[in-house]
């Protein structure tokens, strides 16, 4: 039988797929709802036994950062690659929930690993066209 805590988590994956793919498309509705829902299913999750830990603390802190920059979301692949990397980190945070050293390296790693692909892309991209 079906609990309700698997139909959080499985409407909170399908919630961080919408948000990838706004983030990707730049697309800001879906960037809404996948960040609305991903809020909503997160926070029903940590009130099933999760609470507050590391791990969900900076999550929420990542996904409300994605919410600002992917609500600007630049069309620089620098930024566009950074707001890709925090979000792939934060799916870290979820799959391994780390203590508070290693979720906040993975935020910081993965942003900075995003930003790097980003910038080495864009500037293929500037190159081809050329």
């Given at each position: ?32 709802a996948g ?24 999550g929420l ?70």
């Amino acid at each position: 039988m079906t609990t309700g805590y698997q139909i959080g988590l499985a409407v909170h994956v399908l919630a961080a797929m919408t948000l990838v793919v706004g983030l990707a498309l730049r697309a800001r509705p879906l960037l809404g709802a996948g960040g609305g829902l991903a809020l909503l299913s997160g926070l029903f999750l940590a009130s099933q036994g999760w609470g507050f830990q590391p791990w969900t603390a900076l999550g929420l802190v990542g996904l409300v950062a994605l919410g600002a920059g992917g609500a600007r979301l630049p069309p620089v692949p620098a930024a566009q690659g950074a707001l890709l990397g925090l979000a792939a980190g934060v799916v870290w945070l979820m799959a391994t929930k780390p203590g508070w050293t290693g979720a906040l390296l993975a935020l910081v790693i993965s942003s900075l690993l995003g930003l790097a692909a980003g910038r080495y892309w864009g500037v293929r991209r500037e190159r081809a066209v050329v």
